[in-house]
């Protein structure tokens, strides 16, 4: 058994060895020389090949969706790929429906440009644009060029990129929610949670200086208000509150705030986002209920309000068969219970619309 075992062991280290020196050869010995990227049978790019097609992409000003920084996690960078590119690889496929497969379509943070290639992606994907961002006062960004500022539409994200520091070997990006208005054009305000050891969210909270000018790319996501007479659940924990707080934001301004509950979880009174902005919201909106609840609360926080979880609320305040339209947003785990619940009380699934901070 002892033999087995360091067998298999030295057969994996052997692979593992390997594959570390043909990525070593791949990047830095191989050379690809120039190639051609035809996109969307009319934009001809000359590029340098031997990068994944995301960053080659990136590189000449056409930023594709993506929340993992191309660490090849989120599958949100697909492009079809209608000639080159080869095979598809084992990272890709568990991102690819059978239907995506049969259309070509590839995950561009994976397949490097190794011969010229033939790409198609959405056109509206041209609009989305590098932005400078300084004036930084933690996590609020005044953007700087374009001039016009940015447009989009409440719920959705941008891709903040970060610079190579002690933390990272390169610079590095990822997603996250626009927390202010869309009609605020030249500010952008994201609520950044650190996570230990995340390097985009610890350079955000440790590192990053007033005035420092940051790259920002979008916008981009399906996470916005959909056009319905039916009355509103919203559910957030944390930075979930992000895109809910500028749709409400966006419906208050413009007086179209119809019945609607907003179901808000985290730990302590003193996590609770925007509380002061909510109550108030509450006090203005006839229609609008804030019900917030906390998980970790302790005699000294003299809290009076709920307890638990969100899961918690759906139980007491949802009745079973409601037609409502739920929008949820947050850490995975929460809007997968969020959403098992729902389809038990009945909530149509086409009725729940969520996004995923993964
Ligand atoms: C569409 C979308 C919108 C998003 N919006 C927001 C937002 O508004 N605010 C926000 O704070 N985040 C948001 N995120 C998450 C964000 O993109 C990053 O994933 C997060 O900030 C972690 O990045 P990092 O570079 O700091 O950590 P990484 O360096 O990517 O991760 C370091 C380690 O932490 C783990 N990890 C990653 N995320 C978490 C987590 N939440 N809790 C515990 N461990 C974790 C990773 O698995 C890894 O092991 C959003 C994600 C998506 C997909
Ligand atoms: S960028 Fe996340 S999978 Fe490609």
């Not at 994944?52 to 590189?59: D, K, Q, S």
């Not at 009609?183 to 005035?211: C, D, R, W």
Request: one cysteine or more; hydrophobic letters at 40%.
């Amino acid at each position: 058994m002892l033999q087995i075992l360091i067998g298999l062991l030295a057969i994996s280290t052997i692979a593992a060895v390997l594959a570390l020196l043909l990525e070593i050869a791949d990047r830095y010995i191989a050379d690809y020389g120039e190639k051609h990227i035809l996109i969307n049978d009319e934009k001809d790019l000359l590029v340098k090949g031997g990068r994944p097609l995301l960053f080659t992409l990136g590189e000449q000003g056409i930023f594709l969706p993506s929340a993992c920084g191309g660490k090849g996690t989120c599958g949100y960078c697909k492009a079809k790929v209608l000639e080159g590119g080869g095979p598809v690889l084992p990272t890709e496929t568990p991102y690819l429906d059978i239907n995506e497969l049969t259309q070509n379509v590839r995950i561009s943070c994976q397949l490097k440009v190794k011969e010229d290639l033939k790409v198609q992606i959405p056109e509206e994907l041209f609009l989305v644009k590098e932005r400078l961002t300084p004036d930084v006062k933690n996590v609020q960004f005044r953007i700087l060029a374009p001039e016009e500022g940015i447009a989009f539409k409440a719920g959705q994200y941008v891709q903040l990129e970060i610079p190579k520091y002690e933390l990272t070997s390169e610079p590095e990006f990822r997603a996250y929610s626009i927390a202010s208005p869309p009609f605020e054009h030249h500010m952008v305000e994201l609520i950044i949670t650190k996570v230990p050891e995340g390097a985009v969210s610890t350079y955000a909270h440790e590192y990053l200086q007033i005035n420092e000018e940051l790259i920002m790319r979008g916008p981009f996501g399906e996470f916005c208000l959909r056009d319905s007479d039916r009355e509103m659940l919203m559910i957030a924990t944390g930075s979930g509150l992000a895109p809910i707080h500028s749709m409400l934001r966006q419906m208050k301004q413009e007086g179209t705030i119809k019945k609607t509950t907003l179901f808000f979880g985290d730990r302590k009174p003193e996590d609770l986002l925007y509380y002061d902005a909510l109550r108030e919201l509450e006090r203005t909106v006839a229609d609008f209920t804030y019900i917030p609840t906390l998980s970790r609360t302790t005699e000294e926080d003299h809290w009076t309000g709920e307890k638990g979880r969100v899961t918690d609320l759906i139980k007491k305040y949802i009745p079973d068969q409601s037609s409502i339209d739920v929008y949820i947003c947050g850490v995975p785990a929460m809007v997968e219970s969020c959403l098992e619940l729902l389809t038990q009380k009945g909530v149509p699934p086409e009725q729940i619309c969520f996004d995923k901070f993964e």
